[in-house]
């Protein structure tokens, strides 16, 4: 019986893969199948990211539509941070759940299999990811739980949880202990993931290839290579796959901005919950939603942002909400949800090399993040580039698979090695893993976008439309 293991690195780029900086994911992607054109989902946020793994649908499907949203109904007040779990329930409204689609526990369940998960990342994340764990019995720790059965149970396997540090280094190898010396051997789950915050978390606050940085990456892989050395010692090693992804890339951030503040500037009443003297609340992301009172303020927002150098396009859950051709269906990326911004702005980046030699850098809203640190969020090429790696088991070994995919498309794939049916899901599985003659290379296609920008997309030969980057045209 196959039994998978899934490994997330949180924020690696795949152009950053190589046998010196990552010598483990290099070695197990030489050996399986290595997907050539992975995607992210948009916004290329984690917290919309996780849903989408986990429920292989895009937001629009299951309506986590960015890691900090507006809900009047829910904090009329406030903006809502879905890394803290009292915002993710508030958000379910009672529910058991605010996603609106059945996570890989709630599949597995039924077919009597078992999923475990593992996250050294936030504590929302961590619940999107499993959010059935109580009433599945399914196992979920995260590396911020301090009260409960779970965390009790680990506490006592392997001692008190490291605390949070840049580079989050003791987390993420206290994270792959819990997952290599307890979860696997106690509780075999027939599926586990295993989510490791770096080398997200160095992106963000040292760069790209900060020397801490490339401390963190090399210490994530150490977990991967921990992971395969477990599995070669076990006596069904053949039938035990591992899959590793990344939930998004990163980009160099330069030309930081408040965008609410922009606004106030422009003689907008912005800001970041609604009040009577509030017309426009803002998300701050590389992608900022914006939400407004009124909608006949939309076309007045587009003109300020059509005159900025630093904007992109503007992206609305309602097109209609301004004059034919001023907007881009946020349904085009499948991110158009009840929940989601009347209207998200986006930014212009640029494809030359970074200050580390990447290609690519970008403004950005993100009060948290310095100038020059790693950002995401984004439609950039360098953000929505992801790695996936599927090897071991019954996926092909030692193949680059061209087909397109993205995150929705994993877990079907999960489900359809383990037997199990994918109805109900907008990925589909991912059979260049299992069979060269499945493998097909992606129709490319650009769409001329608002204001001189490009979107560069991929289609499948089922159709499906994979976006791949926003650029300026030219």
Same mark, same amino acid.
């Given at each position: 019986?196959?039994?998978?293991?899934?490994?997330?690195?949180?924020?690696?780029?795949?152009?950053?893969?190589?046998?010196?900086?990552?010598?483990?994911?290099?070695?197990?992607?030489?050996?399986?199948?290595?997907?050539?054109?992975?995607?992210?989902?948009?916004?290329?946020?984690?917290?919309?990211?996780?849903?989408?793994?986990?429920?292989?649908?895009?937001?629009?499907?299951?309506?986590?539509?960015?890691?900090?949203?507006?809900?009047?109904?829910?904090?009329?007040?406030?903006?809502?941070?879905?890394?803290?779990?009292?915002?993710?329930?508030?958000?379910?409204?009672?529910?058991?759940?605010?996603?609106?689609?059945?996570?890989?526990?709630?599949?597995?369940?039924?077919?009597?299999?078992?999923?475990?998960?593992?996250?050294?990342?936030?504590?929302?994340?961590?619940?999107? @990811?499993?959010?059935?764990? &109580?009433?599945?019995? /399914? #196992?979920? =720790?995260?590396?911020?739980? +301090? *009260?409960? $059965?779970?965390? !009790?149970?680990?506490?006592?396997?392997?001692?008190?949880?490291?605390?949070?540090?840049?580079?989050?280094?003791?987390?993420?190898?206290?994270?792959?202990?819990?997952?290599?010396?307890?979860?696997?051997?106690?509780?075999?789950?027939?599926?586990? @993931?295993?989510?490791?915050? &770096?080398?997200?978390? /160095? #992106?963000? =606050?040292?760069?790209?290839? +900060? *020397?801490? $940085?490339?401390? !963190?990456?090399?210490?994530?892989?150490?977990?991967?290579?921990?992971?395969?050395?477990?599995?070669?010692?076990?006596?069904?090693?053949?039938?035990?796959?591992?899959?590793?992804?990344?939930?998004?890339?990163?980009?160099?951030?330069?030309?930081?901005?408040?965008?609410?503040? &922009?606004?106030?500037?422009?003689?907008?009443?912005?800001?970041?919950?609604?009040?009577?003297?509030?017309?426009?609340?803002?998300?701050?992301?590389?992608?900022?939603?914006?939400?407004?009172?009124?909608?006949?303020?939309?076309?007045?927002?587009?003109?300020?942002?059509?005159?900025?150098?630093?904007?992109?396009?503007?992206?609305?859950?309602?097109?209609?909400?301004?004059?034919?051709?001023?907007?881009?269906?946020?349904?085009?990326?499948?991110?158009?949800?009840?929940?989601?911004?009347?209207?998200?702005?986006?930014?212009?980046?640029?494809?030359?090399?970074?200050?580390?030699?990447?290609?690519?850098?970008?403004?950005?809203?993100?009060?948290?993040?310095?100038?020059?640190?790693?950002?995401?969020?984004?439609?950039?090429?360098?953000?929505?580039?992801?790695?996936?790696?599927?090897?071991?088991?019954?996926?092909?070994?030692?193949?680059?698979?061209?087909?397109?995919?993205?995150?929705?498309?994993?877990?079907?794939?999960?489900?359809?090695?383990?037997?199990?049916?994918?109805?109900?899901?907008?990925?589909?599985?991912?059979?260049?893993?299992?069979?060269?003659?499945?493998?097909?290379?992606?129709?490319?296609?650009?769409?001329?976008?608002?204001?001189?920008?490009?979107?560069?997309?991929?289609?499948?030969?089922?159709?499906?439309?994979?976006?791949?980057?926003?650029?300026?045209?030219?």
């Amino acid at each position: 019986m196959t039994r998978v293991i899934m490994v997330a690195l949180d924020g690696l780029r795949p152009d950053m893969v190589d046998a010196t900086a990552t010598p483990n994911l290099f070695a197990l992607a030489a050996n399986g199948t290595r997907f050539a054109n992975a995607r992210s989902v948009f916004p290329s946020e984690t917290r919309v990211a996780t849903p989408s793994l986990i429920t292989g649908c895009r937001p629009g499907g299951h309506g986590m539509v960015a890691n900090t949203v507006f809900d009047a109904s829910v904090a009329p007040d406030r903006l809502l941070r879905t890394k803290l779990v009292e915002d993710v329930l508030a958000m379910a409204a009672g529910a058991e759940s605010p996603l609106q689609r059945p996570s890989l526990a709630e599949r597995l369940a039924p077919a009597g299999l078992r999923f475990a998960l593992v996250s050294a990342g936030t504590a929302g994340a961590a619940r999107l @990811l499993n959010p059935a764990a &109580e009433r599945l019995g /399914s #196992f979920r =720790w995260n590396v911020e739980d +301090a *009260e409960g $059965t779970t965390a !009790a149970e680990v506490r006592e396997a392997l001692g008190a949880t490291p605390e949070h540090a840049v580079p989050n280094i003791p987390r993420v190898e206290f994270a792959g202990r819990v997952l290599i010396e307890h979860v696997l051997p106690k509780h075999r789950p027939d599926v586990a @993931l295993l989510w490791l915050s &770096e080398p997200d978390v /160095s #992106f963000h =606050w040292g760069g790209l290839r +900060a *020397e801490h $940085t490339q401390r !963190a990456l090399a210490a994530a892989d150490a977990v991967l290579g921990r992971i395969r050395a477990w599995r070669e010692a076990q006596p069904d090693a053949a039938e035990i796959a591992i899959v590793v992804l990344s939930d998004h890339g990163h980009v160099t951030g330069r030309g930081k901005r408040c965008l609410r503040t &922009e606004l106030k500037r422009a003689g907008f009443r912005a800001d970041t919950g609604m009040a009577p003297e509030v017309d426009v609340v803002v998300a701050p992301a590389a992608a900022p939603g914006i939400w407004l009172r009124d909608a006949t303020l939309a076309p007045q927002i587009a003109d300020f942002l059509a005159a900025q150098d630093w904007a992109g396009p503007l992206l609305a859950r309602d097109p209609s909400i301004l004059p034919e051709g001023r907007a881009v269906p946020l349904a085009l990326f499948g991110s158009a949800h009840a929940r989601s911004a009347d209207l998200v702005a986006t930014f212009a980046g640029s494809e030359a090399a970074d200050e580390w030699g990447l290609p690519g850098f970008a403004p950005f809203d993100a009060p948290d993040v310095p100038e020059g640190g790693g950002m995401h969020g984004g439609l950039h090429r360098a953000e929505l580039a992801t790695v996936l790696v599927m090897e071991g088991g019954p996926f092909r070994h030692g193949a680059v698979a061209e087909e397109p995919a993205d995150l929705t498309d994993i877990v079907p794939t999960v489900l359809h090695v383990l037997g199990l049916p994918v109805e109900g899901m907008e990925g589909r599985p991912l059979r260049a893993a299992l069979d060269a003659a499945a493998d097909a290379p992606p129709v490319r296609e650009t769409l001329d976008l608002p204001g001189g920008f490009v979107l560069e997309a991929m289609r499948a030969p089922s159709g499906r439309f994979y976006p791949t980057a926003l650029r300026r045209a030219g």
